[in-house]
């Protein structure tokens, strides 16, 4: 069985930075596409980066130039270091793999449980 798990969530005051981890463990065969999204009260869950397992990268407008995200294939980690934090960057953010259980298997998306950032005023 996969699991996501993550870490590194918190309160933060405006400007401070967070790092984020989620590592996945269980039985599978390779994970594509590491990313993490994130959802405010009252929102829609949206993507804020995602990597590919060679090391391609994709920001959406609102982390360009202030998170960067990384992954250790050896420890199939992802890492979201956050910096320049703004309240409007307060949310649930939420690991997310693509990941292919058996060598004669498609992809499936695991999700982790969410870790809580808020950023103060």
């Known amino acids: 069985q996969v699991q996501l798990v993550e870490s590194g969530g918190g309160l933060v005051a405006a400007g401070g930075s967070l790092r984020l981890s989620c590592a996945a463990s269980g039985r599978f065969f390779s994970i594509n596409v590491m990313g993490w999204y994130r959802q405010a009260p009252g929102k829609q869950r949206e993507v804020v980066a995602a990597?590919?397992?060679?090391?391609?990268?994709y920001y959406a407008d609102s982390a360009q130039g202030r998170f960067t995200i990384a992954r250790d294939n050896a420890k199939n980690t992802v890492y979201l270091q956050m910096n320049s934090l703004k309240p409007a960057d307060t949310a649930v953010y939420s690991c997310n793999a693509r990941i292919v259980t058996g060598p004669m298997t498609y992809e499936s998306d695991y999700w982790g449980q969410g870790t809580q950032v808020t950023v103060s005023s």
């Open positions: 990597i590919t397992k060679g090391g391609s990268t």
